[in-house]
């Protein structure tokens, strides 16, 4: 792209952000910290979404130190329902690091600041360029859509070293005056207008620069190969609950899907299975049952990223128990309340409620 080019794609495009951004309250700050919190919580997640868990988590964490040593499972409590909870304990892990080795003030050089738990590219870019006004790529799902349109790239975004291409891109078009005006820019006209599908490019404020508003192929990019097919696994779910009224409950591994996360007693159904579930629960858990309270308690899916989850949900009482497995126990309603829980539990929760 000529350098003439090259100042008005990034003018329109800035001048188009301050004019037409989006009122959100990341953007109101310039902490780094701040920011760094609103960009994990963005990866994967919608805007709406975020939006309230953001407010409650600053209100709660206001500054690099009370979140570095909250409990975990506190922080766990805080994110529930987001989602992608490594997301939730890798920014703990991150600002630790920040409060111990940085003297609690987030690195200003992509170098410092990359090293990190949990900051990849993008994080570190945008955080640089909007906190810190430093002229470094930040690259996103959106970012990439939106140049391989203006630029008429037609590699595979779905490959990992097809980022290069876009970060390279972005050092080429970026404003080094306004760099976080101008990477939000970018990302807010992915969201906005050169959307995945239908892109409103009459809208668009460097359709003149775009070529593939000039080829009339903008809807054919960008190049992205289909996913790998989600796995199903299908679970019969033990909600167990003693003459007390108390459920049983179980902490899952502290690595892996879900970490730390609590939840009702889950049995995989598969063809190499020899026990009935219900025996087999029985067992694992050290616990005698009655005949079933309600075997259809609830049925649903609970799609992840990777994986679906099938679950037929089961209503037992729990006559008798011992020895119970490390990290099982029977909790009132009232302290489950206060337990981290992923949604798919929250949702078995609420219809005992």
């Known amino acids: 792209?000529?350098?003439?080019?090259?100042?008005?794609?990034?003018?329109?495009?800035?001048?188009?952000?301050?004019?037409?951004?989006?009122?959100?309250?990341?953007?109101?700050?310039?902490?780094?910290?701040?920011?760094?919190?609103?960009?994990?919580?963005?990866?994967?997640?919608?805007?709406?979404?975020?939006?309230?868990?953001?407010?409650?988590?600053?209100?709660?964490?206001?500054?690099?130190?009370?979140?570095?040593?909250?409990?975990?499972?506190?922080?766990?409590?805080?994110?529930?329902?987001?989602?992608?909870?490594?997301?939730?304990?890798?920014?703990?892990?991150?600002?630790?690091?920040?409060?111990?080795?940085?003297?609690?003030?987030v690195p200003d050089n992509r170098h410092d600041i990359s090293k990190l738990k949990g900051v990849g590219p993008y994080t570190a870019g945008a955080v640089l360029s909007i906190a810190y006004n430093k002229a470094e790529h930040a690259v996103d799902g959106n970012v990439m859509r939106v140049l391989s349109r203006a630029l008429h790239i037609k590699e595979d975004i779905a490959l990992p070293k097809t980022r290069k291409i876009f970060e390279q891109a972005v050092d080429m078009l970026i404003d080094p005056q306004r760099p976080g005006d101008f990477n939000q820019g970018l990302m807010d006209l992915g969201a906005m207008i050169c959307t995945p599908t239908s892109p409103k490019c009459l809208l668009c404020p460097v359709r003149d620069y775009c070529i593939a508003f000039q080829e009339g192929d903008a809807d054919q990019l960008p190049i992205k190969t289909k996913k790998i097919k989600n796995k199903k696994i299908k679970y019969d779910v033990y909600v167990g609950y003693d003459e007390n009224g108390r459920y049983l409950l179980e902490k899952r591994p502290d690595e892996g899907l879900l970490a730390n996360m609590w939840q009702f007693p889950m049995i995989e159904i598969s063809k190499e299975s020899v026990l009935k579930s219900s025996d087999e629960f029985q067992l694992n858990y050290n616990v005698d049952i009655m005949d079933f309270v309600n075997d259809n308690l609830l049925t649903f899916k609970h799609v992840f990223s990777h994986l679906t989850w099938e679950m037929n949900c089961n209503l037992v009482k729990i006559v008798k128990a011992t020895d119970l497995p490390e990290n099982v126990c029977f909790y009132s309603k009232e302290q489950i309340n206060q337990l981290p829980m992923p949604v798919p539990m929250l949702k078995i929760l609420n219809v005992l409620n």
């Open 1 to 105: 792209m000529e350098y003439q080019y090259k100042e008005l794609f990034r003018q329109n495009l800035v001048e188009w952000f301050n004019k037409e951004k989006r009122d959100l309250p990341w953007r109101r700050t310039s902490d780094p910290y701040k920011i760094w919190v609103s960009e994990v919580m963005l990866q994967q997640t919608r805007v709406d979404t975020v939006i309230p868990y953001y407010n409650r988590f600053l209100k709660k964490y206001p500054t690099l130190q009370s979140l570095a040593y909250a409990p975990q499972e506190e922080l766990l409590k805080m994110w529930e329902g987001l989602g992608y909870y490594s997301r939730a304990r890798n920014l703990q892990a991150g600002v630790k690091e920040v409060v111990e080795k940085y003297d609690a003030k």
